[in-house]
């Protein structure tokens, strides 16, 4: 499985704290299944994004953990003007694998009525934006048909493993279900932080997926979606169909 959201590399936010956290986040991705996972660390108003600390970190942790799991670089980017008009003047700066996905984070008080605008200039730009757990977002659980038109407009979704599994709450299992059931989420991720209580695990919900919905999903959003995001390749597009209970497989 490939993690395409984390915050393993430590020092550098809220995530891992030691270079032994980020160590043993590693090894506890490693033993549930994880080959590759993309350490985000968040650039917002408390904490600075610096690609190159970034990178000095990465082959760090990387040379410490040994070949366990492979790592890449990536960003959990706020919507800021300054970040929004760096991004544009630089993608690759802030995009997994220096490629073109970009995983936005919003803010738990407010959605900025213009999104559809800023998510156009960072198309335009290059970038494809992932609106990352948006199940977890009381905002966003609210706006449903916005993620939907958003989608439609070539933005990607993302849930958080543990979400499926219930751990952070009905109301976040519940949207996760409704926007599956709406062909909404493109990508299961951990947005891990630490070793107990956010770890980066995603076999749990692999097999959630497998049992409530079919194996094949469960390999889109866990395995095939994120390998095509560290490639910068155009995603799979999965249907369901409900009353077959089948996922079929349509390519753009």
């Given amino acids: 499985m490939i ?35 993309v350490a985000t660390p968040h650039a917002n108003l408390h904490y600075d994004y610096r690609p190159e600390l970034v ?21 959990d980017f706020h919507l800021s003007y300054e970040n929004i008009q760096d991004a ?44 990352t757990h948006p199940e977890r977002n009381p905002l ?6 916005d993620l939907a038109r958003w989608v439609e407009s070539g933005t990607r979704v993302q849930v958080t493993a543990q979400s499926l599994l219930g751990t952070f709450g009905r109301s976040a299992q519940v949207f996760c279900k409704a926007l599956l059931d709406r062909q909404l989420v493109h990508f299961v991720a951990s947005d891990a932080h630490d070793c107990e ?8 919900a692999h097999a959630w997926l497998s049992k409530h919905y079919s194996a094949a999903i469960a390999e889109s959003l866990c395995v095939i979606n994120p390998r095509a995001a560290l490639a910068g390749d155009e995603l799979e597009e999965t249907v369901f169909v409900s009353n077959a209970r089948k996922w079929y497989q349509i390519w753009r």
């Fill in 3 to 37: 993690d395409i959201h984390s915050h393993v590399l430590y020092g550098l936010d809220d995530g891992a704290a030691t270079l032994e956290d980020s160590v043993a986040m590693l090894r506890i991705a490693a033993e549930h299944g994880t080959t590759d996972l």
């Fill in 197 to 204: 209580r956010r770890p980066p695990i995603l076999d749990g």
């Fill in 140 to 145: 966003l659980r609210q706006r449903i048909e």
């Fill in 88 to 131: 544009i003047a630089d993608p690759s700066r802030y995009t997994i694998n220096q490629k073109c996905y970009l995983l936005v984070e919003f803010s738990d008080l407010v959605v900025f009525r213009n999104t559809p605008d800023i998510f156009a200039r960072l198309q335009d730009a290059g970038m494809v934006p992932i609106v």
């Fill in 55 to 75: 990178r000095e970190r990465l082959a760090e942790v990387a040379g410490a953990a040994g070949n366990g799991v492979r790592l890449h670089s990536g960003c």
